[in-house]
């Protein structure tokens, strides 16, 4: 993960530079500030493609800058097509195709993007500032304005808060061009129903997963796999594993006591041949970490909190003791298949919406997390599910088909890779657990405990009030994160939409805590 920063006044460097340094970690290997008329930009460059200093940004051309904290997965066809044209470049980086595209097309650019990215481009010669951000959110992207109404763009809101009144997550698949947000592309409403039969889902399922992971290999640098031991993750790997025919490295974690998914982690890793390393963390690991994580996350989120500890403790061992620098994930399959408390969408259109909901969301969320305990660390994130080609599949499948109606979750997408025995039946048709559960549900338990250590009741009700404008506490852990979080970020809590809960209006998800582990069907899911 790179990160960039751009304010909309060149005077401005004292406050440019204090915002700057904070989001430094995200791109450890080179630093670079430049002055235009138009406003002062920043890059820390992570560099994973065309990793020789020529593929430094910001990047220019006939006068324009562009900065980039992105992978354009189809830049190799696009850079054919542009030398061809005449188009001449100076770099290994799929960023550098961004301006002459941009010379070539405008905006229409962003329209034919396979990436993940955000990216910030001045046009010195009409005086213009473009910013843009993928459908997704894969890539975090911030906006505010100076008091002098000038724009300001930076890949975390920690950047912007000092100069800026009022930050805001960028749109998602949005760019801004002449004060305007305009849509370009909106997954929810660019899939067509056209899979609805059980063998067209299945085919276009396994197919596009394989290509999303495919493409996402290629890097010049060294590869590495998160794996949880669940069915997403495990897939990744395995898909990987068998394209690239040598031992890719997985990477697991869990409390010392009972981490129920290092067991499944180490089964799918010897059925694949992976070269595995895991990690223990400690109730006292979790403790000392929780203020940097909600720091780093920008958010006070329960379930997203949970599910970060262990992935960010997992993230800093694997940057102190390896050499990896990209970390594949299996992140937007829950949204896209379903979670637990899914099993009891009322019909169809209740499960497809429910679906779609979570889509737009999960730049708050689970996106968010894996960003920020990836980067903080000087690591990249790609999210096979999160691809375009098979977000739009996926969502077109008639929801009958992927509601639980075969008594297990996830159906589809298991049966989709049953044939080709990549994973052993024990992990593939093996039931979800929560990620922040299966670390070990003594994490959960310890926060929980923890918490209550720090407020009576009555203590608990009255700084609750305290934080009424906004997603209001419920409990004694949501009280004591929301505490972190304006220890940092005072007043700016609507950054996050509200707490992540179950659909409280359907029946069986009426529930006071985020996790699958309150459900009364959660089953066999967390042994």
Not at 38 to 49: E, K, T, V, Y
Not at 120 to 132: E, G
Not at 417 to 422: G, H, I
Request: glycine share 6%; proline share 3%; charged share 25%.
């Amino acid at each position: 993960m790179c990160g960039l920063m751009f304010i909309g006044n060149s005077s401005k460097m004292q406050e440019f530079m204090h915002g700057f340094k904070k989001i430094a970690r995200r791109g450890p290997d080179m630093e670079r500030v430049e002055i235009m008329d138009q406003g002062i930009l920043g890059f820390h460059r992570l560099a994973i493609m065309g990793v020789e200093p020529s593929g430094m940004q910001p990047m220019h051309q006939l006068g324009n800058a562009v900065i980039c904290n992105g992978e354009i997965y189809n830049f190799r066809a696009i850079k054919k097509e542009l030398m061809e044209a005449g188009v001449e470049f100076h770099s290994g980086s799929d960023c550098e195709i961004l301006l002459p595209l941009y010379e070539k097309m405008g905006c229409q650019l962003f329209n034919i993007l396979d990436a993940e990215f955000a990216c910030v481009i001045v046009d010195a010669s009409r005086k213009k500032i473009i910013a843009a951000r993928d459908p997704l959110g894969i890539r975090p992207l911030f906006y505010g304005y100076l008091s002098d109404g000038s724009i300001c763009f930076a890949s975390e809101a920690k950047a912007l808060t000092d100069c800026c009144d009022r930050v805001k997550p960028f749109p998602c698949g949005t760019y801004y061009e002449d004060g305007q947000f305009i849509t370009y592309h909106d997954n929810c409403t660019q899939s067509q129903p056209g899979f609805d039969t059980l063998t067209s889902a299945l085919e276009v399922i396994h197919d596009d997963l394989e290509k999303a992971v495919i493409k996402r290999l290629d890097a010049d640098v060294e590869l590495g796999f998160l794996l949880s031991g669940g069915l997403d993750s495990s897939l990744v790997c395995a898909i990987a594993q068998k394209y690239l025919k040598k031992p890719i490295k997985t990477y697991a974690i869990g409390m010392a006591a009972d981490a129920i998914d290092l067991k499944y982690a180490r089964e799918a890793a010897a059925y694949i041949g992976s070269q595995h390393s895991e990690f223990l963390m400690s109730r006292e690991d979790v403790l000392s970490a929780l203020d940097e994580v909600i720091m780093t996350l920008e958010t006070y989120d329960i379930t997203t909190i949970r599910a970060s500890l262990g992935m960010y403790l997992l993230c800093r061992q694997i940057h102190a003791k390896t050499n990896t620098k990209v970390l594949l994930s299996g992140e937007v399959s829950d949204e896209l298949f379903g979670y637990k408390y899914t099993d009891y969408a009322p019909d169809a259109q209740a499960f497809q919406e429910e679906s779609e909901k979570r889509i737009r969301e999960l730049y708050m969320y689970d996106v968010l997390r894996a960003d920020r305990c990836i980067s903080a660390h000087a690591l990249e994130a790609r999210v096979p599910f999160g691809d375009l080609r098979f977000l739009s599949d996926v969502l077109a499948i008639d929801p009958q088909l992927k509601m639980n109606r075969y008594g297990k979750g996830k159906y589809l997408l298991r049966k989709a890779f049953e044939k080709d025995k990549l994973l052993p039946d024990s992990i593939l048709m093996r039931e979800k657990a929560a990620f922040s559960d299966a670390v070990g549900h003594s994490m959960v338990d310890e926060l929980k405990a923890y918490a209550q250590t720090l407020y009576s009741d009555e203590e608990f009700t009255n700084r609750c009030q305290l934080y009424a404008y906004h997603a209001i506490p419920y409990t004694k852990e949501s009280l004591m994160y929301r505490e972190i979080f304006e220890k940092y970020y005072p007043g700016r809590a609507a950054w996050i939409k509200d707490y992540w809960l179950p659909n409280q209006s359907w029946k069986g998800c009426h529930v006071s805590d985020p996790s699958a582990r309150v459900l009364d069907n959660y089953g066999e899911s967390g042994k």
